[in-house]
Nanobody
Framework: QVQLLESGGGLVQAGGSLRLSCAPS????????VAWFRQAPGQEREFVAA???????YYLDSVKGRFTISRDNAKITVNLQMNSLKPEDTAVYYC?????????????????WGQGTQVTVSS
């Protein structure tokens, strides 16, 4: 039923910015928690940021102050604004959602996933 689609990835130089978007099909993002994870080659899938059903936000320590997760007023799209990008941010970024208002940092606790969008940061 629910499908998630990420967009906004690309190639950017260190210090640059990208905005990722995650849009659901068949429903809005109201009353669910939405997260962004990322996975680099040879690495585990890593929690990056999340927003609860009540719009409380959470971040991986290494992206605090650089990344911002938000939900639009119509609850149609969740965005991840990424500023001051570093080469170590290079990864495939995945949007995930769960049927709960509460955020977790664990891959297994999310019910829906997008296909991923590539972010590459050059030095």
């Amino acid at each position: 039923q629910v499908q998630l689609l990420e967009s906004g990835g690309g190639l950017v130089q260190a210090g640059g910015s990208l905005r990722l978007s995650c849009a659901p099909s068949g429903r809005t993002f109201s009353n669910v928690a939405v997260a962004w994870f990322r996975q680099a080659p040879g690495q585990e899938r890593e929690f990056v940021a999340a927003i609860s059903g009540s719009d409380t936000t959470y971040y991986l320590d290494s992206v605090k102050g650089r990344f911002t997760i938000s939900r639009d007023n119509a609850k149609i799209t969740v965005n991840l604004q990424m500023n001051s990008l570093k080469p170590e941010d290079t990864a495939v970024y995945y949007c995930a959602a769960r049927n709960s208002n509460y955020v977790t940092r664990f891959v297994r606790e999310y019910d829906y996933w997008g296909q991923g969008t590539q972010v590459t940061v050059s030095s």
